[in-house]
């Protein structure tokens, strides 16, 4: 069975643009999660999903926004992009609360 | 302010020998307990859950949990250098329909041949 995937792998956008990362959960898994990663510190957590519906978010700015589509893939939206956003941007899916949370190979994001 | 403190290292430990990681948690509501090991710049990968008081074994690695001091640790028997990488421990909590993770920022092993 395929793993957790995500797209695109790398992306090199500007200052105060947007993008769209997008992740494809473990089949029969309905939660979604994201996470951020910089360089040195341990992933923090962005948003959850499940059946489609917000869960849950981490401490970031409203720049960040999710969604999670009728299949259980997702998207993660950030707007304005700043030179702190660049990082190594996860996925993580899992079928229930509680449950082992997967990663996919996440998406390396640098804002020049 | 729920946090997760684990010592950076590095944790030095020669090929045969048994590593140990360590990890302590803020949040007493916590109540799952995740193992992750992330190679340099790959993502991470689950390795161990645990759930309860006392220890659980799988292959060479054992996770324990210990709530009434809230800490969490993982034994790695038999260290090969193919295990050299940083370990994260990852802790949910029961507070609201959220359990997003929260994560140390690891530890980083190596493993002398």
Redesign the interface.
């Known amino acids: 069975d395929a793993g957790v995937t995500q797209s695109p792998t790398h992306l090199i956008k500007t200052r105060g643009q947007h993008v769209t990362l997008r992740c494809s959960p473990i089949s029969g898994h309905k939660s979604v999660?994201w996470?951020q990663q910089v360089l040195?510190?341990?992933?923090?957590?962005i948003?959850?999903y499940y059946e489609k519906e917000e869960?849950?978010?981490?401490n970031f700015p409203d720049r960040f926004s999710a969604r999670q589509f009728p299949n259980y893939s997702s998207e993660l939206n950030v707007n304005a992009l700043l030179l702190g956003d660049s990082a190594?941007y996860?996925c993580?899916s899992s079928w229930d609360?509680?449950q082992?949370?997967?990663?996919?190979?996440?998406t390396r994001l640098s804002i020049l | 302010q729920k946090e997760?403190e684990q010592n950076s290292g590095p944790l030095s430990v020669p090929e045969g020998a048994i590593a140990s990681l360590n990890c302590t948690y803020s949040d007493r509501g916590s109540?799952?307990f995740?193992w992750?090991r992330q190679y340099s710049g790959?993502?991470?990968?689950?390795i161990m859950?645990i759930?309860s008081n006392g220890d659980k074994e799988d292959g060479r690695f054992t996770a324990q949990l210990n709530k009434a001091s809230q800490y969490v640790s993982l034994l790695i028997r038999d260290s090969q250098p193919s295990d050299s990488a940083t370990y994260?421990c990852?802790v949910?909590y029961s507070g609201?329909?959220?359990?997003?993770?929260?994560?140390?920022?690891?530890t980083h092993l190596i493993i002398q041949p």
Do not use: I, N
């Open positions: 999660s996470y040195g510190q341990g992933p923090q957590f948003f959850q869960r849950g978010r981490g190594l996860l993580a609360r509680g082992p949370q997967h990663f996919g190979d996440g | 997760v109540q799952s995740f992750y790959k993502s991470p990968e689950l859950s759930y994260l990852a949910t609201g329909g959220a359990d997003g993770l929260t994560f140390g920022k690891g």
